[in-house]
């Protein structure tokens, strides 16, 4: 079963404006990792952030985190064609023990130029 | 540094025939995991390996499905006989232990007719 449920199932934007998608999931959890799969491709990490973390950023990337509501979101800054790709978050050490993951079920992002 | 490799990236089969994939994870990834992902959804975890050692397989078809992972370094996965619903991309991952980030191969994609 898929713990995580991304919000929108699909997103159409042009080059330079911001994407901005969401997680949600339902049990507790050590970490939230968020990953892009382009069409035909293996998954690429793209951020992971912890339990006690709630913003961070990476280059174009920022991610937040609210445990009390158990959501995620991914914001991408100034989009280009080149991000067009499937987005998926995915939760880390849910119920404890290891980093297994659970994945949702992806937002699919267009960018057109 | 080399990824994930998987082989074959493509392969069709009649329904009932044996089938079998093959994933080569990063040099000294001493955790490796396969996946199946069905069309327009997340990754499912079907199997982890510490080292040669399958320590979940608890999402396992135990029926058809069989992996092994002799040596800790490269494994391969079996289906057999492969049904219709079995059609999906089969995604092999790989991690250092304790290291929650884990690296894709480009998976195999299954067609079973």
């Known amino acids: 079963s898929q713990q995580g449920e991304e919000d929108p199932q699909a997103l159409s934007i042009q080059e330079g404006e911001n994407a901005t998608m969401n997680c949600s999931y339902k049990?507790?959890?050590?970490?939230l990792q968020w990953y892009r799969q382009n069409s035909g491709r293996g998954l690429v990490h793209l951020i992971l952030?912890?339990?006690?973390?709630r913003e961070k950023h990476s280059g174009r990337l920022r991610v937040t985190l609210d445990t009390s509501k158990k959501s995620s979101s991914l914001l991408i800054t100034a989009s280009r064609a080149a991000d067009t790709a499937s987005y998926f978050c995915?939760?880390?050490?849910?119920?404890?023990?290891?980093?297994?993951?659970?994945f949702g079920a992806g937002t699919r992002l267009a960018v057109h130029p | 540094e080399a990824g994930v490799v998987q082989s074959p990236r493509y392969k069709i089969i009649e329904k009932k025939q044996p089938v079998a994939f093959w994933c080569n994870p990063i040099?000294?990834?001493?955790?490796l995991y396969w996946y199946l992902q069905n069309l327009g959804q997340g990754p499912e975890l079907l199997i982890r390996?510490?080292?040669?050692?399958?320590?979940?397989d608890s999402q396992l078809p135990k029926d058809r499905f069989s992996a092994e992972r002799l040596k800790g370094v490269d494994s391969t996965l079996k289906i057999q006989p492969a049904e219709l619903g079995d059609s999906a991309v089969y995604l092999c991952?790989?991690?250092?232990?304790?290291?929650?980030?884990?690296?894709f191969g480009p998976g195999t994609r299954l067609t079973v007719l």
């Open positions: 390996y510490e080292n040669e050692e399958a320590v979940d």
């Open positions: 991952a790989s991690s250092l232990m304790g290291i929650d980030e884990q690296f």
């Open positions: 952030i912890r339990s006690n973390e």
């Open positions: 049990t507790s959890i050590n970490n």
């Open positions: 040099s000294g990834h001493n955790t």
């Open positions: 995915a939760t880390g050490g849910v119920g404890g023990g290891y980093n297994k993951l659970i």
